[in-house]
């Protein structure tokens, strides 16, 4: 039996920390070899800096990506869905059959525990998704909360002085400016096993991005009634690393736990042949 000393650990140690850096740089080299596969130029109402760039023991500076899905979940049936979906939500249009054509069994009769236990016990399945930014869905939000706005005021100027009517339609001017002005525009639209098919069926490089995530099934509840829809978990540009060059926009020289953030910038941000993401450029914006 060979018995290993110290110093011959320590080398294979080394050794296998530098094969490993070694693949990573490959890999993103890799990545990075030109030409992009998309380019998306977003504003600091689609990537916002990470809680972890703001302590103070963390040197580095990261980025959030805000993802949108146009959602079935409401508290209020009357009230636009605007959230969020960076922790993942149920899109409407990841349905039973699109769940199906992305390889989940979905035969199964949801009525029952026996039913409802088959869906649960089902793996998250790593799948190619689509980002649309400016696009269509946001076109469809941003009229849907329109709609909304209108509708609230109409009811306030026919019943004046009613304090519900008046709140609904403070409410609703609230989510407009929200929706015109701050919201992200960026929208999960689509997903698929084949990157090749999503990019034909999207060909606008700065305007669709293609990347990794998870879809899983999910049950939805309407009332006392349920169906089976898909869940987007996870995608892999929830956080992206800024690159020294670009730090300063972002912490102004300072500590960056204290230093404010520019009211407006744009963060070119491109994928790879990988579809791994990464900051391309940043660049402060100024005006309206």
Known sequence: MITWSRKRTLIAGVGLILIANAVALIGA???????????????????????RSWSKDNSGIALNVQWRLPTRSRTDPDEPMVGYG????SATWLDQAKLRELGFDVS????????????????????????????TAYQTALRTVREYAARQEALRAADPGKKEPESRARRGR??????????????????????????????DRSRYAIVHGFVR????????????TGFVSVLNIDEINVPNR????????????????????????????????WIAEVSAQHGK
Do not use: C, M
């Open 217 to 228: 099934p999910n049950l939805a509840w309407d009332d006392q009634n349920s169906t089976v």
């Open 108 to 135: 199964q009769s949801i009525d029952g525990e026996r039913g409802r236990r088959f869906y649960a016990r089902q793996l998250p399945k790593a799948v190619f998704i689509v980002l649309e930014l400016d696009g």
């Open 86 to 89: 960076p922790y993942g939500g």
């Open 174 to 203: 609230d989510l407009l400016q929200q929706e015109e002005e701050t919201n992200s525009r960026l929208f999960v639209v689509d997903a698929g096993l084949d990157a090749a098919a999503l990019r034909a069926k999207y060909p």
């Open 29 to 51: 080299g890799y990545n990075r070899s030109a030409p992009p596969e998309s380019v998306l130029r977003l504003t600091q109402r689609e990537v916002h800096p990470s809680y």
């Open 246 to 277: 670009f730090r300063p926009l972002f912490t102004d020289g300072r500590d960056q736990y204290d230093a404010p953030l520019p009211s407006r910038y744009e963060v070119t941000i491109a994928f790879g042949k990988r579809l791994e993401p």
